[in-house]
């Protein structure tokens, strides 16, 4: 019994830091000024050279195929968060590579955290995490940073008998994500994540 708990509690810690998107400093999100991404912007397909014709030379619109709304990287970080829910609640860590780079600090943390629940025979029950989006910026093509506040609601850890370790209390952080989309992949993965301070 001791030894359930003794290790509990840095699990606990610990789970609170990647729940939260804090991840070990090991990336840099991205420092550069880049433009604020108008969420209304129409995907306009084929119809852009034709719309610049009619509108005149003066008139540029921003090819569709290059520059994506911010509807489609941030409709996907609600998504990575699903799955990751998911993973952890079921201790599935294959579907992690679904959502992660594989150089994305997240990624070890998280396979950590669920090889540590195997192994003492711990579950997670009704963690969910909920984002409110704050900012959401384009790098480049293939590079997105969204800013949000996200909020962890309480949950019980259990041992697999059924039997209540903890309830751990709900939480919330400010952070920033870095999303991008891999030469030949089709989805946006998650690749790096910090908390912004206070003062940020």
């Known amino acids: ?111 950590t955290l669920i090889r540590n629940l195997r192994k003492e025979g711990l579950v997670w029950r009704g963690v969910k995490v909920s984002l409110d989006i704050k900012e959401v910026k384009q790098v480049n093509d293939r590079l997105w940073t969204v800013s949000a506040q996200v909020t962890t609601s309480s949950f019980d850890i259990r041992r697999e008998s059924g039997g209540l370790v903890r309830r751990v209390p709900s939480g919330r952080e400010h952070s920033r994500f870095a999303l991008s989309r891999p030469v030949g992949e089709q989805d946006w993965m998650l690749g790096h994540a910090s908390v912004i301070p206070e003062s940020d």
């Open 1 to 111: 019994m001791r030894r359930a708990r003794h290790i509990d509690e840095p699990a606990h810690r610990r789970s609170r830091v990647f729940l939260l998107g804090t991840a070990a400093a090991a990336l840099l999100v991205v420092a550069a000024v880049a433009f604020i991404a108008q969420r209304a912007i129409p995907d306009t397909g084929d119809a852009s050279s034709s719309a610049t014709s009619q509108a005149g030379p003066e008139k540029s619109l921003v090819p569709s195929s290059t520059i994506r709304t911010a509807d489609e990287p941030v409709t996907r970080l609600h998504e990575i968060f699903r799955i990751r829910d998911q993973a952890i609640q079921t201790r599935n860590a294959r579907i992690l590579d679904d959502i992660y780079t594989i150089d994305c600090p997240c990624l070890k943390g998280d396979q």
